[in-house]
């Protein structure tokens, strides 16, 4: 991968329109790399594994206008330490793992924005709502007053062309607009958190607002 992080940011950003927030993600990614990216601009950084970003956070402190996003599989025990370290929870997967959130997040006295993930596609290797599942359970999530509910988030099974991956993006976006228009007072669905380094493009054409880059940015990593 060539270029410095500031050049490879800017390339990317030439390609998303100014509506599209680029979240960077920095699994691996040591504090001095992530110091780089926000020198070129970046205020959102996305982590999938609590620890590792709660060590890298206090390094970080004196950046107080990063907006951090968890983005990995989130286990109910866990929770709580989820909402003090992140302003967004993109990963809420299931019913019981929203209410746990809206419990602690009660008690904590916060409203954190969080996404439903959802899988259009099964995929035993992803976490989610299915389809049916997901608008049998609005009523319930509509009661989660602690929770603001921004949208939709969606990871399409590995393996998928562009065409397979464009209908997953396509059917996530007309998922939101189905739910929109039933109209519940707390669930909002301004977002749609999906692209990731390999499909960001097309999921920017599909209608993402958010996409959550690492690879690109930071070049490959571990697992």
Same mark, same amino acid.
């Given at each position: ?98 209410? *746990?959130?809206? %419990? +602690? #997040? $009660?008690? =904590? ?7 439903? &993930?959802?899988?259009? !596609? ?48 396509? *059917?996530?976006? %007309? +998922? #939101? $607009?189905? =739910? ?7 669930? &909002?669905?301004?977002? !749609? ?31």
């Amino acid at each position: 991968m060539s270029g410095s992080i500031s050049e490879r940011i800017n390339t990317v950003r030439a390609q998303l329109p100014p509506s599209v927030r680029l979240i960077a993600v920095t699994k691996q990614v040591p504090s001095d790399v992530i110091r780089a990216a926000y020198t070129a601009g970046i205020r959102d950084f996305g982590e999938n594994r609590i620890q590792e970003a709660i060590a890298k956070q206090a390094e970080l402190q004196d950046l107080s206008d990063i907006t951090w996003h968890f983005i990995g599989h989130l286990q109910s025990n866990k929770a709580k330490k989820a909402l003090e370290n992140f302003q967004w929870i993109h990963s809420v997967d299931n019913l019981k793992l929203a209410q *746990r959130l809206n %419990e +602690l #997040a $009660q008690q =904590i006295g916060i409203s954190p924005c969080v996404c439903l &993930q959802v899988k259009i !596609l099964p995929d035993p290797n992803k976490s989610g709502w299915s389809v049916p599942q997901l608008l049998a359970d609005l009523p319930t999530l509509n009661q989660y007053k602690n929770l603001q509910i921004q949208g939709l988030m969606t990871i399409p099974p590995l393996g998928l062309n562009d065409q397979e991956i464009m209908a997953v993006f396509n *059917r996530t976006r %007309e +998922l #939101a $607009q189905e =739910i929109r228009e039933q109209n519940w007072p707390h669930i &909002q669905m301004q977002h !749609l958190s999906m692209g990731m380094s390999g499909d960001y493009q097309l999921a920017v054409e599909a209608g993402a607002t958010m996409v959550r880059l690492g690879t690109i940015l930071f070049g490959e990593r571990g697992n």
